[in-house]
C-alpha cells in the first residue's frame, strides 16, 4: 500500500464539530454584548451634545439651543441619531434620546 497524506472522513467530521460548538458558544456573546455597546455609543453621543449645548450656553449668554441652531452656529456637524436608530434632541436645556 502507498502511504497517502491527507485526512480522513472521520476527522474532518471532528473538525467541522469543534468549529460548531465554538461557534454556537460565540454567537450568542457578540449579539449581547452589541446592545452594550450600542447604548454606550449613544450615551458618549448624549454626553458630547451636552457638551455643546454647556458651550452654546457660554458663548450666548446662558440662551438654550436646539439642535438645528447647534447645527447651524458649528458646534454640532454629525448626526444626532443613535446607533440603535433613537434621535438626540434637547427638552430643558438636556440632550435626551427620542
Known amino acids: 500500500m502507498k502511504n497517502e497524506q491527507g485526512f480522513t472522513l472521520i476527522e474532518m467530521l471532528v473538525v467541522m464539530f469543534v468549529v460548531s460548538i465554538l461557534l454556537l ?3 450568542p456573546n457578540v449579539t449581547k454584548h452589541n446592545e ?3 447604548k454606550k455609543g449613544c450615551d458618549g453621543l448624549k454626553n458630547m ?3 455643546q449645548i454647556t458651550a452654546y450656553q457660554i458663548d450666548h449668554k446662558g440662551s438654550t439651543p436646539s439642535i438645528g441652531e447647534l ?3 458649528g458646534y454640532l456637524k454629525k448626526n444626532t441619531t443613535c446607533p440603535n436608530g ?3 434632541v434637547i427638552i430643558n436645556g438636556k440632550a435626551q434620546t427620542r
Open 25 to 27: 458558544i460565540t454567537i
Open 36 to 38: 452594550s455597546i450600542q
Open 49 to 51: 451634545v451636552q457638551a
Open 71 to 73: 447645527r447651524s452656529k
Open 86 to 88: 433613537k434621535k438626540i
